[in-house]
């Protein structure tokens, strides 16, 4: 039973009165929304909570349901022999504590908790990068790895010389000694050139090439100081062909791309600029080159869809997650070595191994089926954030990942206000504006957006945040003032 809060809103009727005859601004009506009036259900604030997930997928997480500790399916690398986990630990979004002055900060404790159950578990592929969790992933990865036997584990790490004064031979240089140091380690097994793609092939270059420094990285190979050299890809398809074709002379060992049943085949009808799954998958496998698979949830958004879509999913397979669906689409191709989870949750990363352990492929049926899912989602206006906070931080506070999240949220679960006329409107209206407040601190939300642009390089949807924002910011805007 829904534990129900009390919250208070202006009906429509007061709320113009009172904004006519005191000039109160829309920052004031927001805020004057969480002080008195209608009754909401706790669960119509999800998108609001900052404690956590209390269910996965389809049915109440069961801390007592099985989780097994030696039937993780694993998938060898051809190039080394590695018998890697089909489950990769995506340490992109560790969990988060505050500090004594109110700052989130890596909970280290809850880090090595997740990090010893996955290896218990069978799961032995970390992946990290030196910008992740604020420049902070390495370090805490590092930490909790380390109490563990060097050989029980594979680290995979980036080349993130994004900044231009990291983009010398120094600034590289610098950025792989770093890596070494913060992982506690002799070796990186898993090297990649992070996120080529984005600035097309005159961005690579500057990155790797005219610099020296994949030059360096090649010899760093040889000194056995890299096991796997590949490369995670975002962006110009041209850039990706252009690096397959140069295999022969650089021998990439791996290739990491953005794989889920939805992009699979539908990435370019989402963002002209995006590139379909299956072509990178099936261009890679041509080459006997492994993939590593990111993605596999787009950002969490197949693990939350559209209420009428869950329906489909508990039908098909009742008390299975409808995350485990996507993660099996994941696994399913022979040529996948890995799929990489950002498991922030205990109950995300025990589900996950249920998945995996072992592996069921999908029939030709389940193939047909999540075809069908992945054209209907598409149909859905969602904005195709991934949460993967490449365009953070904003230099103007703003919380980019949750705004977009919570009206994809709003979307998926149907309380986006449509038709004045409709019956539901007024309630619809309220649920959205209230989550909206919850979700965010004033001063992190769209409507402080300057239109700078600083975020859009950086992100590997290449979605137009500024334009995001201010539709968003114009939406919320006009249910207020209306």
């Not at 600034?171 to 050139?193: A, P, Q």
Request: glycine share 6%.
């Amino acid at each position: 039973m829904l534990r129900v809060m009390k919250i208070t809103m202006f009906d429509n009727y007061k709320k113009k009165k009172i904004m006519d005859s005191n000039n109160i601004s829309r920052r004031s009506f927001l805020k004057g929304l969480a002080v008195a009036g209608t009754t909401i259900a706790a669960g119509d604030l999800l998108a609001g909570c900052s404690e956590g997930p209390k269910s996965v997928g389809t049915q109440p997480y069961d801390p007592n349901a099985e989780v097994p500790t030696d039937k993780m399916t694993y998938r060898v690398n051809p190039n080394t022999g590695d018998k890697v986990s089909i489950l990769g630990y995506g340490c992109m979004r560790w969990p988060n504590k505050k500090d004594e002055n109110g700052k989130d900060i890596i909970d280290q404790e809850q880090v090595n908790k997740l990090v010893d159950y996955a290896l218990e578990h069978g799961v032995n592929y970390f992946d990290t990068a030196p910008v992740y969790c604020q420049g902070h992933s390495e370090e805490a990865t590092g930490i909790a790895l380390s109490r563990h036997p060097r050989d029980k584990y594979f680290i995979a790490t980036k080349m993130s010389n994004f900044a231009p004064e990291q983009q010398t031979y120094e600034g590289s240089v610098k950025i792989f000694e770093n890596s070494l140091k913060y992982l506690r380690t002799d070796y990186i097994d898993y090297l990649l050139l992070h996120a080529v793609g984005g600035g097309g092939l005159a961005n690579f270059n500057a990155r790797f090439i005219d610099n020296g420094v994949l030059d360096y990285l090649i010899e760093q190979k040889k000194n056995g100081k890299i096991r796997n050299l590949g490369f995670s890809f975002h962006g110009d398809v041209e850039v990706f062909d252009y690096l397959l074709s140069k295999h022969d002379e650089w021998h990439w060992d791996f290739v990491q791309i953005q794989l889920n049943y939805v992009d699979w085949k539908y990435a370019q009808q989402q963002n002209s600029r995006n590139v379909n799954a299956e072509y990178l998958y099936t261009e890679l496998e041509k080459r006997g080159i492994p993939a590593v698979i990111m993605e596999p949830l787009l950002g969490g958004r197949l693990s939350k869809v559209h209420d009428h879509v869950a329906t489909k999913f508990m039908e098909r397979a009742p008390g299975k997650s409808i995350a485990s669906w996507a993660f099996r689409f994941a696994g399913h191709y022979d040529g996948i070595l890995t799929a990489l989870s950002g498991m922030t949750y205990m109950e995300h990363l025990q589900d996950n191994i249920r998945t995996y352990a072992p592996l069921e492929k999908l029939t030709e049926d389940d193939l047909v089926f999540l075809d069908k899912v992945a054209q209907e989602m598409i149909s859905f206006k969602t904005i195709p954030c991934n949460d993967c906070k490449y365009c953070m931080p904003c230099p103007y506070g703003i919380d980019i990942p949750t705004i977009l999240l919570h009206y994809n949220k709003a979307i998926n679960e149907g309380f986006i206000p449509g038709d004045k006329n409709d019956t539901e409107y007024k309630a619809l209206r309220r649920k959205y504006l209230i989550s909206y407040m919850r979700s965010l601190e004033p001063e992190r939300r769209a409507d402080h957006c300057v239109n700078c642009g600083i975020c859009m390089p950086h992100c590997p949807q290449n979605i137009k945040i500024p334009k995001e924002l201010q539709n968003i910011d114009k939406f919320v805007d006009s249910l207020i003032d209306e």
